[in-house]
């Protein structure tokens, strides 16, 4: 079966990095989009970031834009998401979604998702 495995997730002070992976397995992705979902407690779950596997074109929330990268390394079959200069309003599960509509900003568009990986920023 599909599996969307996350990991990274860890406690950082604001200003530094860390960088989230998601191993995708159980299908072929080289037609989907990879997407980067965050969940911040009492509030809806956001988009992030996303990538195509085939392109490996790139899209971005703006809260994150110049501050976050989105990769993929089609022989490993991971995607990854190396976050810059945290903040605390960075603090949320982050999850990594699969879809097969291409890039979307809505979660409804995304058919497969990982259990999340917390993060957290202080301050």
């Known amino acids: 079966q599909v599996q969307l495995v996350e990991s990274g997730g860890g406690l950082v002070q604001a200003g530094g990095s860390l960088t989230l992976s998601c191993a995708a397995s159980?299908?072929?992705?080289?037609?989907?989009?990879m997407a980067w979902f965050r969940q911040a407690p009492g509030k809806e779950r956001e988009f992030v970031a996303a990538?195509?596997?085939?392109?490996?074109?790139?899209y971005y929330a703006d809260s994150v834009k110049g501050r976050f990268t989105a990769s993929r390394d089609n022989a490993k079959n991971t995607v990854s998401l190396q976050m810059n200069s945290l903040k605390p309003e960075d603090t949320a599960v982050y999850y990594c979604?699969?879809?097969?509509?291409?890039?979307?900003?809505?979660?409804?568009?995304?058919?497969?998702w990982g259990q999340g990986t917390q993060v957290t920023v202080s301050s």
């Open positions: 990538i195509t596997w085939s392109y490996g074109s790139t």
């Open positions: 159980g299908r072929t992705f080289s037609d989907y989009a």
């Open positions: 979604a699969a879809g097969s509509r291409g890039i979307r900003y809505s979660r409804y568009d995304y058919n497969y």
